[in-house]
């Protein structure tokens, strides 16, 4: 079965400091890849998405995200943070079979302080 | 263009009341879904439909019922609620069936189960 583990819980960084978010991902052939990002009392919105083709998505704010076939990684990036990147990010991968359902991570606070 | 929205915003219950999440999407998306999303365990699917007249069991369907009478509104049922479905609920439309195209979500509901 399709899973995804984000390896942080919590992420705490300064503002304008780098900053990555892991994902890991199990997945059989076709691997179809997602960040969304949750802000405060908000539903969930697209970051990025790896479909096919070059490894280094560019996303939405900035972020980008690198697919990693040898690691099973879909790691976030952003070099320089705002406070308003505060957050929580979910990494998700397509499920199998033709319903397009997604397997969520279980999240990654981003918390940027000043 | 609204979106996909949600009613109520907020609800409490008593255990064992009934009560029903309303979902809508104006986008004509044929695929939706219900998610609930708890502390620590990402989002987990519910139930989804992939058309009008069709409908799936998720990840954790026990204790809800859908239906899918047109393809805007995507009602999750909760007939006999208990404190262990306390949860944010999020409701996401997608546009074509076993696609990869971005799922767009409602802004939830926060359910409390007393």
């Known amino acids: 079965a399709q899973s995804v583990t984000q390896l942080d819980s919590q992420v705490p960084v300064f503002e304008e400091a780098p900053v990555e978010l892991r994902c890991n991902y199990s997945?059989?052939?076709?691997?179809?890849l997602f960040w969304y990002v949750q802000y405060p009392n908000q539903g969930l919105q697209l970051l990025l998405k790896y479909l096919s083709g070059s490894t280094l998505v560019k996303g939405i704010n900035g972020f980008e995200a690198e697919f990693n076939k040898s690691q099973t990684s879909f790691h976030l990036r952003k070099p320089s943070v705002h406070i308003s990147d505060t957050a929580e990010y979910f990494c998700?991968?397509?499920?199998?079979?033709?319903?397009?359902?997604?397997?969520f991570g279980q999240g990654t606070t981003l918390q940027v302080k000043p | 263009n609204a979106g996909v929205t949600q009613t109520p915003k907020f609800q409490v219950l008593k255990t064992g009341q009934s009560m029903t999440l309303q979902c809508a999407q104006d986008m004509n998306h044929e695929y939706m879904s219900w998610y609930r999303q708890d502390p620590g365990m990402g989002l987990r699917l519910i139930h989804y439909s992939v058309g009008a007249g069709i409908t799936d069991q998720g990840e954790v369907p026990n204790g809800y019922n859908v239906s899918r009478s047109t393809t805007e509104d995507f009602p999750l049922r909760l007939l006999s609620a208990a404190p262990s479905q306390t949860s944010v609920y999020f409701c996401a439309s997608r546009g074509t069936r076993g696609s990869t195209d971005t799922q767009y979500f409602g802004p939830g509901t926060r359910l409390t189960v007393l």
């Open positions: 998700a991968v397509k499920g199998s079979g033709n319903t397009g359902k997604l397997i």
């Open positions: 997945s059989s052939v076709s691997v179809y």
